[in-house]
């Protein structure tokens, strides 16, 4: 047997799954149940597990096992708060096709049947008319699940209807995952890192850049297990014992820096690639660099080289160079430069600063950094883009991975299968560009993508009037749309600008399998429904399949199965995965029956990220062209284009005069400590955790307070070109003088082209972070302040629509 030295790698070591799960869940899991009447349900969540006690149909209250995260406490509540949506509606104007209405938050409440005629009948129009390039469907945080999933389900009802738009590249990080196959084979972000454990014992310096995993690890894509944070705590043991130094690189104060008592070193926003490259260019010139790994690992270093030499461009790119850019002394570049040298580093990244212009090259800058430093493939050093969130950075276990339903339906006959008048899909942070400008021909990824003519939008579990930038100029574009449905349990700031809104219900209302634990694949759980779908909402499958039933497609929808059917085919995928493996699962009809529905896979699996490739770069070589990490880019270099060089380069942002002028700040927009994006902002005991004066949050440094007169809790305009946002004030250290902190994901109260609660996005730019992966900017952000004077007008975005009648 051929042992992979990937496998050879992974220490096996079992633990007793019951024990585990002790651990993990609240002993009431296990209490015996003496009310007939109360059950006590296990469940989970995008926030984590908890325990429901349930009296018929109501929750009577929950129990929590978990101290990493607020949200998971009282998320259930968008069960039943003032924003959850009740029934279906239609904006008041659409029914006597007046577009001017839209915004004005005016709905008439409408019958299921006839609001699945009007999705119907408005797809199918725009299907016949214009074909699948006029059709955009838009999912993305709101999905959840093996079985219901809003994504999903809606891309398979819409795959039997007729083809479809689609968007590629998240909002995340496409920058980094558009760039970094290219130099490393692999987009990195969501792929398997080398387990904390190693860092622990092996790290002596650890870089946390632009990195706060402590904040971003309470929450998951499926049901987080948390089981990092028992990795940070043993990092911070060795930091308290002198063992591992840690620097926070990053404008603001972190939730990991306090956590880790790091030092931090508050660079100047966007700067960070001239600082990666003015400490290339140290360990060059003081010939400290790795010279066997940038020969034998890499490809292309004398271009990089000569580029930081200045023979490009004539611009030594000097720590005095580097310094004058990113504000920082030569003497603290230099300092850097040699702890890199004289102890094992691992430089972490976060992702907030590739999402910004020029993002890829931040990204390869690193890349090329921790390249000199040469200790990429040793346990503790090298870099990292993976850790901060999804349980990234802990063991996975042994086990398989559920089933889960199609996006497409084998051997299925769409009703309409007609050409795409454009290329099939475009960069989604791209949405507003491409309303705007049908036909437009862009450069992506190294092609050339032509714009199609969109006419519906149907958007099932995003909410991007909080999450996109610049909203002002989405809300015009979406004007030149002929429809807009939204698919949400709770009334977002999309379902106000929508013409079709249709009530989901949320995870707590239906049966479910998820799995337990995101990049640690910790188990399974069964989900049981809580509660009955509340007022008149539906299962985000049952809509479409609603939908389906409309041209004759419901049996090739559901396969002819019942939803417990489909459950069972999911979990008996892992069933016999898992048996293969040597691990027996109860049969689905055993598990399914208990209350509390979970089981955990044994296995903890150890993992060094590029371990071979440090062994053996011929024998496991990279996926890039020359099988090493690329210093140069042929393919970037054939691109030919001026915003993405074909080596790591510094680029000033579009808006770099005004950036150095002095007279803006620069805002950043962090994600959320308690909600994840806009989600459980209509909750709240979560807004008042963070806010201020019942606003989102501006975090501004006591220096720049004083000098616009500002104290805690004053209301802040906070303003540029695009628009207005009203935040309140925290004066405070975590920021440094010329730069302001927010959250994304503030729900939107539109009063004209401000927004009174805090929406960020009213702010930000909206321009693709280069040519090459055509990545949101939501980063590059300048505002200027003033002190708000006067009475706040009434926040009206938490209590849903104004029903009016027809
Ligand atoms: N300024 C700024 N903007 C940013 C960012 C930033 O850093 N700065 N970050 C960006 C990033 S990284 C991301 S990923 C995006 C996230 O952008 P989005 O995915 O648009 O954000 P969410 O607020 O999570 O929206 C999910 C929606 O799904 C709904 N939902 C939940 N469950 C269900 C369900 O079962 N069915 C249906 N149909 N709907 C459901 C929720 O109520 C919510 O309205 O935001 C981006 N926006
Ligand atoms: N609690 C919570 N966790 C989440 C989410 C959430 O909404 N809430 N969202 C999840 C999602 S979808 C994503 S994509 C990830 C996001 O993960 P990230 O994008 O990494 O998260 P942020 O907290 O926005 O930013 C991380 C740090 O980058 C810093 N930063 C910003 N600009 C710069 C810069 O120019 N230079 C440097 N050096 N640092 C900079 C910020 O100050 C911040 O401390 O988080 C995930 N985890
Ligand atoms: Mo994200």
């Known amino acids: 047997m051929v042992l992979s030295r990937r496998d050879f790698l992974k220490k096996t070591c079992s633990v007793s ?85 839209r915004g004005s938050n005016e709905f008439v409440p409408i019958s299921w049947e006839k609001a699945i005629d009007i999705l119907y009948k408005e797809i199918d129009n725009a299907q016949s008319q214009h074909g699948p390039s006029s059709i955009f469907p838009l999912s993305h945080w709101g999905m959840f699940g093996q079985f219901g999933n809003c994504g999903t389900a809606m891309q398979r009802a819409l795959n039997l209807h007729g083809k479809t738009m689609s968007s590629t590249g998240f909002y995340s990080f496409a920058a980094a995952e558009s760039i970094l196959p290219e130099i490393v084979g692999d987009i990195e972000v969501t792929s398997e890192q080398t387990t904390l454990n190693y860092v622990a014992e092996h790290t002596e310096l650890l870089i946390l850049w632009g990195c706060d995993p402590i904040k971003n690890l309470k929450i998951g894509f499926s049901v987080p297990d948390f089981s990092p944070y028992k990795y940070w705590q043993q990092i911070k043991q060795k930091i308290d014992q002198g063992k591992i130094e840690v620097i926070s690189i990053d404008p603001v104060t972190t939730d990991t820096q306090n956590y880790l008592n790091a030092k931090n070193i508050p660079i100047k926003p966007h700067t960070d690639t001239a600082l990666m490259l003015g400490l290339c260019y140290e360990l060059l010139e003081q010939e400290t660099y790795n010279k066997r790994f940038i020969e034998d690992y890499t490809d292309g270093h004398e271009e990089f080289f000569a580029y930081l030499l200045g023979e490009k461009d004539g611009v030594k790119k000097t720590t005095q160079w580097a310094s004058e850019i990113c504000g920082l002394p030569v003497t603290t570049i230099k300092s850097l430069a040699k702890k890199f040298t004289t102890k094992r580093t691992l430089l972490s990244s976060g992702w907030s600063a590739q999402r910004a212009e020029h993002g890829e090259h931040y990204c390869w800058s690193l890349v090329a950094l921790a390249s000199m430093i040469g200790e990429i493939g040793l346990p503790g050093g090298g870099f990292s883009f993976g850790y901060n969130a999804n349980d990234a950075g802990a063991a996975t276990s042994n086990g398989s991975r559920l089933g889960v339903m199609s996006a497409t339906v084998k051997d299925s006959s769409p009703k309409y299968d007609k050409p795409y008048t454009s290329t099939p899909y475009f960069p989604t942070s791209r949405m507003v560009d491409v309303i705007n400008n049908p036909g437009k021909v862009v450069p992506f990824k190294g092609k050339d993508i032509t714009y199609p003519d969109l006419k519906v939008f149907v958007v099932a579990g995003a909410n991007p009037l909080s999450t996109h930038q610049d909203v002002n100029q989405l809300k015009q574009a979406l004007n030149k749309l002929d429809f807009i449905a939204t698919i949400d349990c709770q009334w977002t700031a999309t379902c106000r600008f929508s013409d079709l809104v249709l009530p989901t219900t949320t995870v707590w209302e239906r049966d479910e399998l998820i799995p337990y634990g995101n990049a640690t694949n910790r188990g399974v759980i069964g989900m049981k429904k809580l509660v009955e779908p509340m007022y008149e909402s539906k299962d985000d499958y049952e809509i479409w399949r609603l939908f389906a039933a409309k041209f004759d497609r419901e049996k090739q929808f559901t396969e002819g199965k019942s939803q417990i059917q489909w459950l069972k085919e999911f979990y008996d995928k892992a069933y016999t995965d898992n048996q293969n493996r040597g691990i027996n699962m109860p049969v689905f009809e055993k598990f399914w029956t208990q209350d509390s529905a979970i089981f955990e896979y044994p296995g903890q699996n150890d993992f060094v990220r590029y371990a071979d490739f440090k062994e053996d770069p011929d024998l496991d070589g990279l996926a890039t062209d020359s099988g090493l990490i690329q210093l140069f880019s042929q393919k970037i270099a054939n691109a030919n284009l001026k915003d993405c060089p074909p080596y790591p380069s510094w680029m000033e942002t579009s808006d770099w005069k005004e950036r150095s002028s002095g007279e803006f700040f620069h805002l950043i927009s962090l994600h959320p400590t308690n909600r994840l994006h806009s989600q459980l902002c209509g909750v709240k005991e979560l807004r008042d955790l963070i806010n201020a004066n019942q606003h989102e949050p501006l975090w501004i440094n006591p220096a720049d307070a004083k000098e616009f007169n500002l104290v805690t809790g004053d209301i802040v305009e906070t303003y540029n070109a695009k628009g207005k946002v009203l935040l309140g004030a925290i004066v405070s250290d975590k920021v440094s003088q010329g730069v302001l902190a927010t959250q994304e994901g503030g729900w939107y109260s539109p009063d004209g082209d401000t927004c009174l609660y805090g929406n960020v996005n009213i702010l930000t730019t909206d321009r693709g972070a280069s040519s ?17 004077q006067g009475s706040i007008p009434n926040i009206d975005c938490f209590d849903g629509p104004k029903i009016v009648k027809a």
């Open 17 to 101: 799954t019951k024990a585990a799960l002790a651990m993990q869940l609240s002993p009431l899991a296990f209490a015996s149940q003496a009310d007939p009447n109360l059950r006590r349900v296990l469940t989970g969540s995008k926030f984590g597990t908890f325990e429901a006690e349930l009296n018929g149909n109501s929750i009577k209250k929950i129990s929590v096992d978990n101290i990493h995260s607020k949200m998971v406490y009282h998320a259930y509540k968008t069960i039943n708060n003032p924003s959850r949506i009740k029934t279906p509606m239609v904006r008041k104007g659409y029914l006597s096709g007046d577009n001017s209405d």
């Open 772 to 788: 090459w992966s055509q990545g949101p900017s939501a980063q590059t952000c300048l505002v200027k302040i003033k002190k708000y």
